[in-house]
């Protein structure tokens, strides 16, 4: 499944990356994260529970940095592991300078679910997807804001 | 709606009570909830079991910790792989190399091959906690690429499933009868079709597979209470991989909520419940979920047709084809590849042509394992040949009714023996069809078609036709692998006169809804003259006390034959010695002279020397001293029917591979919404020959049941697959099953033609379903006049089809 958007941020592009390449901040981005370490600069792991149906699905998900170029670009490699499913991703955001010093950031995810769940969910995914998507966007924006604050 | 339209039958019914719509036995407790099915049974302290499964389609196992699961009060322990391939040996393999190499646990070892497949087993003090603490055991896997198209598994690219067998094909073989170079020569025609699909799907019994297993140490056996409906089969392949004697298997089961053939490869479930109950020392529940059945539970097998050639006259005389059969076996050979040669029992269909070819090739791919399904693989190829007979009817010009009956296998060529060896007992095509046609208003379609134009919509007629071949012949196994040592069939019935002249019947077999307690009983009811009310038989089947034979069970439709002959042989026994016992306390009265009549035994011409049931019994049983000495009764009689078959010639590949063949024609009529591609089935009929039906009513519910069947997988049931190996269609959200709205209007009759080779005349029947798939194939390329090449057509195939 591909997802991609454009959202604009009240903040200069630095902010914004230094935001967006902050482990601990993104960790508060996430839905759902139970627990965060840091193994280094490019790589993270993730407990999270996400909202899935009426239950939630846990999974560990280990994050890494595999291509940058400061300040405008990112991609990295998610992946997830849990009960009855596998989430493959591979997300990247491009920044640039919007009009009043703000920054834009065009985003894509290429998202893949394997197993039981994957099977099972086929049909409720992308309206979860689209979902958690926006919390995000709007977590996203509410640590940029904190971070202009600082 | 349904509507029922008997024709009358064109021999003359026995009168008794076989031939009647006797009320069903079972019905009763069924009716009031007091049915016994596998999830009723419990036992004090039980464990309920779940599976952890694959998330993927194939990966390399890296590491599996169940320490936190064990952790948690309430769970009463694991099973892994490692622990599987410790204390069982690889199941038995049926096929030859290269597929005999493989090696197939209970448990995944090492790697996965499909998602859904069993990698850890959890067992606690409720299901709830099962299932959760399943979710706390770690498996790391590494990914492999999974291989979804059975066409590319033979690439040199292509990811291998089982590096015991050197590759993905699992067995091949070449099968030529006749002389098909000769009939392209003779041919004025050669219809060429590049490639057919038969799609996978799987019937869907309303209680999914379960077991209760329980452990006895001190005798080193296990009971299992479960809803397997092959129990020979099961502990042929559970004995040797669990290193034990046959007689330790003690195999238990009541009602089963239907069966379809793919409750026969449970074994590899109930080798897990039966070390964990050893394991655990105590017993041990598993019930399957619906999305579990889905995900990796024998699917049907789905079959490519490629290079298809067909001789044919210009008057549409069919000489033979050739063509070459690819199967998806899936992940692994639970059944397989019995496939590669159960289609051979119906070889030419129902068609005279008399030079064939076909080359068989089965391999394994990341997908569910498959096995029998109503109609094994008899569906995918009668399948096949009707599609042959609408695309030669189209590419000559020529009506398919007329196509048809000029090639059928005519009543007066009966019994006929086709190219490979099988002889079709008896039946009349012809008039099957026309009594199918018939029902349909065949004469009226014209001005129907004119109708349906009018109102924007498309009108299309089609025929499907199916052999539903019963009785197996097991010998056929060795034209798979000539290794094997199982040939013929076999079934068992006891029945004996008790204490108090109680007629009890057990049967061998493990009926699934086939109403086999009310078909003996008319059986019995016949030879003894008496009423089935007064004959007991024995709800399920009991391995231990029971009647048992190797090929005992209830598959491959042949109850009608095996089960009820071994019924009447038993009866047979019991009634000789009921006359041997009167004869006796009568003071040497001979058999000729005595007669059985109104719940007894009396002498023909003096009806008041009349000796009831009761006091035969009380006799044999409680009062016996003073009976001669050589007085050979028991009143307790087993008998074993064996068909007549011999062993198939491997080489040839030649023999009788069935005892009988029921016939089913069925014929749809649909209207095609041209804009978008939406069809209605405006009319269908389905007509039956299955011999002497010893219960109309059955045998009528029997076909509906195959119609439904046909009519979901025609239109609505697939399991599809994306790149990764994932099911797409797990549950019945995606997979959709017809439901009694979705029927429609449905007019049935019935033609008896009855076996000759049967002791009752009967045939075994319920597998016709192949006949409506393929009834609404054709009638949705008489609609679009487009070829059809898929058995499975939703609406947007046929809108594509429109495109064209």
Redesign the interface.
Known sequence: MNVSGERTFAAPRNTVWHVLNDPASMAKTMPGVESFDIHDDRRWTANVKIPLGLGGL?MKVDMEKIEEREPEFAKLAVKG?G????MNMETSFELSDAADGATSMAWAAEV?????????G??VLQPIVNQQVQHVLTALDAQVQEAVKQ | MSETTLAPAPVEVQKGWGGQSVKRKEDKRLLQGEGVFVDDVKRHGMGYLHFVRSPYAHAHITRIDVSAAEAIDGVYGTLTGEEVAALTDPFFQISSAPGANIKDYALAVGKVRYVGEPVVAVVAETRELARDASELVEVDYEALPALVDARRAQDSDAPVLHEDAGGNLMWTGLYSWGDFDAALAEADRVVKIPELHFHRFNSTPLECDGALVEYNRGVGQWTIHTNNQFPGFAAIMMGPAMRTGLDKLRFVTQDIGGGFGNKITSHPQLVVCCLLARKLNRPVQWTEWRTDFHLSMSHGNERWFHDTEVAVKDDGTLLGFRTKALDDAGAWLRYEPLGGVIWAQVTPGMYRWRHIELDFTQVATNKAPVSPNRGYSRMQHLWFTERVIDIVARELDLDPVDVRKRNYIRAEDMPYETPNGCVYDSGDYAATLDLALQLIGYDSLAGRRADAEARGKRLGVGIGSTLDSGTNNFGQSQLINPELQFSGNNEVATVKLDIFGEIVVTLGTTPQGQGHETTAAQVVADILSCSPDDVHVRAGHDSYWNSHAGFSGTYASQFAVTGLSAVKGATEMLAAEIKKLAGAVFGGVPAEALELADGGVRIKDNPDAFLPFMACGAIINANNAGLPEDLDVTLNCRYVYRPPFEVPDVERKFGNLTLTYAVQIHVAVVEVDPETGSYEIVDYAAVDDCGKRINPQIVEGQVMGATAQALGAAVHETYEYDEDGNLLTPNFYDYHVPHALDMPPLATGAIESPSPFTPLGTKGMGEGGGAGIHAICAAIQDATGQIVTDSHNPYQRVWELMQQ
Do not use: D, T
């Open positions: 846990k592991n009960v009855g499913a596998i893949k679910i394997l197993g039981p769940v994957g099977s099972m086929q049909r």
